[in-house]
């Protein structure tokens, strides 16, 4: 039927258009593209694959769930006394300690490796000394003045760095005398600040 009325439409276009100084065929494409419309079909797209996909999500390890068995019990109870430790609620505290590993290192040991682990006396940390006494600690000591002695030997006199010493022959000790005529032991020939201090060869 659609077929036999866009025939007898085009003829009667054909037919009044030369009358109106029109184009028979564009009023006929235009008037049959109204009349008939062709559906027009949207096929659905694909969405756009992305040139780096994001990583895959990787899933949490499960914890461990570790709980006490009455043999695992009896076994926590033995390690404690072999550590000489009170016995306390420490099951709780080594059930909290074992959950926070990760399946992979609990699996690596046995439970009572663990316990043993978790019970075993830790070395005690030197005590770090008080402010008092670092303090003390960090007070520099004079050093003790040089004693005064009486010379009971044989001293000869040597210049050393523009002083007058007395070194003794025998005991090498090198002695300054004071203003008092007190003799005081200032070290010994040849060592620290008398290093290069020697003897008359000549007097000795």
Known sequence: MNSALSHNLDLAIRRSAPAFKINADEVSR???????????????????????????????????GFTFTPTLSKKFAEIEKEFKLNSGDRKTEFTEYVNQMAPKEYSAKTPQEHMREFLKPKPQQPQQPSNAAAACASISVPPPKPEMVE????????????????????????????????????????LAEFDGMEMPVDEV
């Open 30 to 64: 235009r008037l049959l593209a109204v009349l008939f419309p062709v559906p027009t079909v949207t096929l659905p797209m694909a969405p756009p694959v992305p040139s780096n996909p994001p990583p895959k999500p990787v899933a949490a390890p499960k914890p461990v």
């Open 151 to 190: 010379i009971n030997e044989n001293c000869v006199a040597v210049m050393y760095k523009g002083r007058e010493y007395w070194v003794g022959e025998d005991s090498k000790r090198v002695y300054f005398e004071s203003s008092e005529g007190v003799h005081d032991l200032m070290g010994m020939l040849g």
